[in-house]
């Protein structure tokens, strides 16, 4: 699986959240917009409403007025009685005059309230550049992505050499260096032969010798109990049993190193391998 490098991933994620962030920014000014639209709406009808009462009550008032005036003249041959009527009419006139300052104070704060709506309110035409600001930025982001991914595969593919190379092609190259003792070469091709599991005892065996030649004995103890442990049958495995004791006595293991120059002695009696391991039972 290709992996993209870390500052690559975080620009991603980034890039992503930020989508995420704009859409969801997008929903909240639609939502906002759509609610604004309601609210001015509803208060124009109010206003609408309100207008028509005060109109109404304006021209009663002033009909009151009127009539209060003709009375006034003739006031001086009205009854008692006439002067009760006079008197409620003057009262009814002042109730209207309080009531229409009163709708004209309700007018002047849904004026207020309308303006305030208005200087938050997003229109149209913005609401589709917010829109069309986003859908840029989506497609920017997925050009982006596209050229991260090409470059991320350019890069992986140019990070094996042996992409294009079959594993008999690769087993040979990879022996031809050990012949010539170019181990920082042979190593890393007979790993990738354990990774394709192309002859992987004989692998693990041959990354062994090369450690051991290096006098990396540890190193080469776990490779040949990795290569024995795959396939005990091989021809090299004199050798490898050889090379094993003699690797464990070099790091202070003289009991197994012991022992398995014994094996080799017993296990392979008449191979060159077996004289070696003779000796160092003889001179320990």
Known sequence: MLCLPKVRRQILRLKSK??????????????????????????????????TILEGLTEKSQNNKIELSKMLSAQETL?????????????????????????????DELSVMIDTLNSNYVTKDDYNRLVNDVNDFKVLVGKELKNIGRKATSTAGSSDPYANMNSRTLAKLAFENYNKLYFSKAIPQYEELIRRKHKPAYAHYMIG????????????????????????????????????????????????AKAFYQAVVLKYPDSKEAKSAQQRLDNP
């Open 209 to 256: 010798e090369m450690w051991h030649y290096r006098k990396k004995y540890d190193k080469a103890i776990s490779y040949y109990k990795a290569s024995a442990a795959l396939y005990d049958k091989a021809s090299y495995m004199p050798t490898l049993l050889l090379h094993t004791a003699e690797s464990m006595e070099k790091t202070g293991d003289y009991e197994n």
């Open 79 to 107: 009854q008692m009685s006439e002067q009760e009527r006079l008197k409620l009419m003057e009262e009814s006139v002042r109730a209207n005059e309080q009531n229409i300052l009163k709708l004209k104070t309700l007018m």
């Open 18 to 51: 930020a989508i995420v962030m704009s859409g969801e920014i997008l929903n909240s000014v639609k939502q906002q917009s759509d609610s604004q639209s309601r609210q001015i709406e509803s208060l124009r009808s109010r206003i609408d409403g309100l207008q």
